[in-house]
């Protein structure tokens, strides 16, 4: 099993930045990929980033490109979220997941942490 954990959540003008960070604990070894998604109050979660655990090759949403970066520190098991030039439509519960090696689908996910950002 994988185990994650997000957190950086929390409020912010718009125009501001948030770092979020995925803690991945457990059986690290069976990782992929690492995505972030989002889900925003009535609407389905949406996928924001990926990155491949081992090469480093990332994904953005064209709905943040240019916007959000997504990184990692294998050495710290962590994934980042750079998020900047927030916008109130970025407001949602931002998930990170994890996708095993040999699957098509993010099996394991955190809990969540709440992203607001005020007009």
């Known amino acids: 099993q994988v185990q994650l954990v997000e957190s950086g959540g929390g409020l912010v003008q718009a125009g501001g930045s948030l770092r979020l960070s995925c803690a991945a604990s457990?059986?690290?070894?069976?990782?992929?990929?690492m995505g972030w998604f989002r889900e925003a109050p009535g609407k389905e979660r949406e996928f924001v980033a990926s990155?491949?655990?081992?090469?480093?090759?990332?994904g953005v949403a064209s709905s943040v490109k240019g916007r959000y970066t997504i990184s990692r520190d294998n050495a710290k098991n962590t994934v980042y979220l750079q998020m900047n030039s927030l916008k109130p439509e970025d407001t949602a519960v931002y998930y990170c997941?994890?996708?095993?090696?040999?699957?098509?689908?993010?099996?394991?996910w955190g809990q969540g942490t709440q992203v607001t950002v005020s007009s």
């Open positions: 997941a994890a996708q095993p090696l040999g699957s098509a689908k993010y099996a394991h």
């Open positions: 457990g059986r690290t070894f069976s990782i992929y990929s």
């Open positions: 990155i491949t655990w081992s090469g480093g090759s990332t």
